[in-house]
């Protein structure tokens, strides 16, 4: 069966130029008001000329990909304070968070480009929803956001997930592209319909 990625419909996407230092730091924040369970995402991925993908598990920083009692999957240890990371280091996020009722920010996925090998050129930032009984779209999540920050905290991109995005269960929110002269913030804005592998298998 043929499947192509829902794209939100809009202006191409527009790049940010960032700073020329390769070792900056970013910071994605997801926040939701509901007892329903959303998960930040992120990849290690290459892109050349085709598409950013990844092709290892180890470029994989999602919660899907933790090591589990019993579980034949899955690489990521689980830190004693529930956060995990991809094992350069170069992606950290603070844990797994099942509802979005007890924090303002709810995950947050660090970015430090320092650790990012020389193969990376592209990382791709994406939010799903876990569907506990039955699948679910941003439209039934009131509240629901994501924004990227620059290590000063200035807001490089921002979306409301519930208002922009709602037949979807799926978003990739942008991408960061580090090229020769630096860093650059692509706010992507591609909306899915599917699950963790769907989206993916877009990237690999």
């Known amino acids: 069966m043929l499947q192509l990625p829902l794209e939100k419909n809009g202006q191409p996407p527009k790049?940010?130029?960032l700073s020329l230092n390769k070792a900056s730091r970013f910071i994605v924040e997801?926040?939701?008001k509901t007892e329903h369970d959303l998960d930040a995402h992120a990849l290690l991925a290459t892109n050349s000329g085709q598409g950013a993908k990844v092709d290892a598990f180890e470029k994989v920083l999602s919660t899907y990909n933790c090591k589990r009692p019993g579980s034949q999957s899955g690489v990521l240890a689980v830190n004693a304070n529930k956060s995990f990371n991809t094992p350069d280091g170069a992606l950290h996020h603070s844990g797994d968070s099942l509802d979005g009722r007890t924090a303002d920010i709810d995950e947050v996925i660090t970015i430090d480009g320092g650790k990012i090998g020389p193969e990376v050129n592209?990382?791709?930032i994406f939010v799903t929803i876990h569907p506990r009984s039955q699948p679910m779209t941003f439209r039934e999540i009131p509240d629901a956001g994501i924004r990227?920050?620059?290590d000063a905290g200035k807001v490089l991109g921002e979306f409301q997930l519930t208002a922009e995005f709602g037949p979807f269960n799926a978003v990739?929110?942008?991408?960061l592209i580090i090229g020769a002269n630096g860093w650059e913030y692509a706010a992507v804005g591609n909306g899915f319909t599917g699950d963790f592998n769907t989206v993916l298998g877009y990237f690999s």
């Open 122 to 124: 592209e990382i791709p």
């Open 148 to 150: 990227i920050k620059d």
């Open 15 to 17: 790049k940010l130029s």
């Open 172 to 175: 990739q929110m942008g991408s």
């Open 30 to 32: 997801l926040w939701w």
